[in-house]
């Protein structure tokens, strides 16, 4: 079956710089969009960033352009998430989600399969 598995969370500070990764395995990896999504608690699952199959097409929520920047090796069938210049507000449980052929959406509705998360706590 699909495994997604996140790892790199931790506790940093405001300004420091964490890279996130999910390896995923039972899908053919290079048919996916990949969806990073974040959730804190008693709020919703929000997007973060998202990058199609072929690692050409990339998008991100307003809150973190410029700071994130999502990217996705088909060769190791790992997908990455390095966020640069971390606020208090990006705390949360952040995690990675598959689309097959997907177009890169913000739902997580639309995303079939979902990793078990990494937490991130940033310190001000």
């Known amino acids: 079956q699909v495994q997604l598995i996140e790892s790199g969370g931790g506790l940093v500070q405001a300004g420091d710089s964490l890279r996130l990764s999910c390896t995923a395995s039972?899908?053919?990896?290079?048919?996916?969009?990949m969806g990073w999504f974040r959730q804190s608690p008693g709020k919703e699952r929000r997007f973060v960033a998202g990058?199609?199959?072929?690692?050409?097409?990339?998008n991100y929520a307003d809150s973190v352009k410029g700071r994130f920047t999502v990217s996705r090796d088909n060769a190791k069938n790992q997908v990455y998430l390095q966020m640069n210049n971390l606020k208090p507000e990006d705390t949360a449980t952040y995690y990675c989600?598959?689309?097959?052929w997907g177009a890169g959406s913000y739902r997580s509705i639309d995303y079939e399969s979902w990793g078990q998360g990494t937490q991130v706590t940033v310190s001000s």
């Open positions: 039972g899908l053919t990896f290079s048919k996916y969009t």
């Open positions: 990058i199609n199959w072929g690692g050409r097409k990339t």
């Open positions: 989600a598959a689309d097959q």
